[in-house]
């Protein structure tokens, strides 16, 4: 492992994808499937992953697609039950009748809704459930997907309940309660940024420019209490209290178009509204009502791997693949709330005949395409990790930057997530990776670990993996490198940004 052309190897996967995307234009898929396909002849030819090693690695592969597939089946579903019923035009007509401005609309929906989301749902949530109220506000699909994708990257650390910041904690074995307000000190500056990037991406450099004091009280308020909460130790709501401060001064903040704008919500907004307001209390009700918890705990999907070795020495030890715990994973809780809807507006009047059919069909040809991306990018990622190919790539940025590496952690964080999907998965691939670095180059290690985290955070927003999901509920299937040229820009700036206030803080 220790071959000095290792590194650039390694890399080739994650580049060709990259082009493939970004200059050619190609689907997820296609780049993804083309990307495996290098990754396989690399990680046999070059790295030495044996037969068993493969079967391993597409073993857990498997595990982790299901995982985020269920979340894309039940989210798209979840979206189709809703639209049949017409609440989304609903919720649209209501919300422009609050503001009429079109910016703050996109604020309000793709910046802290999307941020609420995030801090319940997790991978593909925001995106899925909201670029379709967007397009219903007549937003393009193009900016329908960028504006909650970029809006909610600040929330993905202590979002999904905090499960990336504690996947920190265990892989590098540092204490949390030391790292945390360097995270959230981090990615509160990121929130600062990410309200600007969403007025930029709804009505541009105009937008920025009047809008600016807005967005910026907005991002004090998510920042603030977001810190607050970390630092308190209270992660798990963190994000959750961070995006609902945030979405109670835009509220008082946005303009409204007339005295309407200020009555009380009509009949129709409050029974369109149900359906969202049924996906949150059942998000909640599973997570914080421990009854409920323990009698959907019982049902495992897991598996028990070997160690696998390649003939260069790298060595994945014996461990079980990704834990499902099936009836109280985020696609059961939207599953749930699917119903619930589907049930609620039924019996409001809402369905034309025939409905049941009609989702399912939707549902099957909406995500079909999404699942082939998603299958392949995991058995990319996963592979890489077998190989030592993510291991190799890591260490040499790591020996490239030597006393500057905090110029290097957020975006080897962002790598991480890019190839995963996932800013859990990124910091439990460089989590300890991250920490020894730090350790030998004589670095403060929770800024570095803080550092890691956030800068997956928000590169996890980019995955090919996550602009699937966007792209499938905007009927933008087959155009995800538009999308990633579209939102390259607003993330590599949040990342610069983050990277430079992280080599600032090394010096206090």
């Known amino acids: 492992m220790s071959a000095p052309w290792l590194p650039v190897v390694a890399a080739a996967p994650l580049a060709l994808i990259w082009v ?97 989301l995030q801090s319940m749902g997790g991978f593909g949530v925001p995106v899925a459930v909201v670029a379709p109220l967007l397009v219903g506000l007549g937003f393009s699909p193009l900016a329908a997907v960028v504006i909650p994708a970029v809006g909610h990257g600040w929330a993905v650390s202590f979002g999904s309940l905090a499960t990336a910041f504690r996947a920190l904690e265990a892989a590098s074995g540092w204490p949390g309660a030391q790292v945390a307000p360097w995270a959230a000190g981090l990615l509160g500056l990121a929130a600062v940024g990410t309200g ?19 967005a910026g009280l907005m991002a004090l308020a998510m920042a603030g209490v977001q810190w607050a909460l970390a630092t308190a130790g209270l992660w798990s709501v963190a994000a959750l209290g961070g995006s609902l401060a945030g979405g109670l001064v835009g509220l008082a903040l946005a303009p409204r178009r007339n005295a309407a704008g200020r009555t009380a919500a009509s009949p129709a907004w409050v029974e369109a509204a149900a359906g969202y307001g049924l996906l949150v209390a059942v998000v909640l009700v599973v997570q914080f009502v421990p009854p409920v918890r323990a009698a959907l705990s019982p049902v495992v999907l897991t598996a028990a791997f070997p160690q696998v070795e390649t003939a260069r020495g790298f060595v994945v030890p014996a461990e079980a693949g990704r834990r499902i715990v099936l009836l109280r994973h985020t696609g059961a809780r939207l599953f749930y709330a699917a119903w619930l809807a589907a049930a609620f507006y039924a019996w409001r009047g809402r369905y034309r005949p025939g409905v049941l059919a009609r989702v399912l069909r939707a549902t099957v040809r909406g995500t079909r395409k999404a699942t082939g991306g998603i299958l392949t990018m995991m058995a990319l990622a996963v592979v890489m990790q077998h190989a030592g190919m993510t291991e190799a790539l890591a260490r040499g940025l790591a020996q490239v930057a030597g006393a500057a590496y905090l110029w290097v952690a957020p975006w080897l964080g962002a790598l991480g997530a890019f190839m995963t999907g996932s800013n859990t998965n990124s910091n439990v691939l460089f989590g300890l990776l991250q920490r020894r670095t730090a350790e030998l180059l004589g670095l403060a290690v929770p800024l570095v670990l803080a550092a890691q985290t956030a800068g997956a955070a928000v590169g996890s927003v980019l995955a090919p993996a996550k602009v699937i999901v966007g792209a499938s509920t905007t009927r933008m299937t087959g155009r995800e490198g538009e999308v990633m040229a579209a939102m390259a820009r607003y993330i590599l700036g949040l990342l610069l940004l983050i990277t430079v206030a992280a080599w600032l803080a090394s010096g206090w």
């Open 20 to 116: 493939l995307m970004l200059r050619y234009r190609w689907s997820a898929a296609r780049a993804g499937l083309a990307g495996y396909a290098l990754t396989l002849a690399l990680a046999v030819g070059v790295f030495g992953l044996s037969a068993r090693g493969l079967w391993v690695a597409h073993g857990k592969a498997l595990l982790l697609s299901l995982d985020v597939l269920l979340i894309i089946w039940a989210a798209y579903g979840f979206y189709r039950v809703v639209d049949e019923a017409g609440a989304i035009t609903d919720l649209a007509h209501a919300l422009a009748r609050l503001t009429g401005d079109r910016d703050m609309q996109a604020l309000l929906l793709g910046w802290a809704f999307a941020s609420f």
């Open 196 to 214: 600007w990037a969403v007025a930029h991406a709804s009505g541009g450099w105009a937008a920025v420019r009047r809008l600016a004091w807005r």
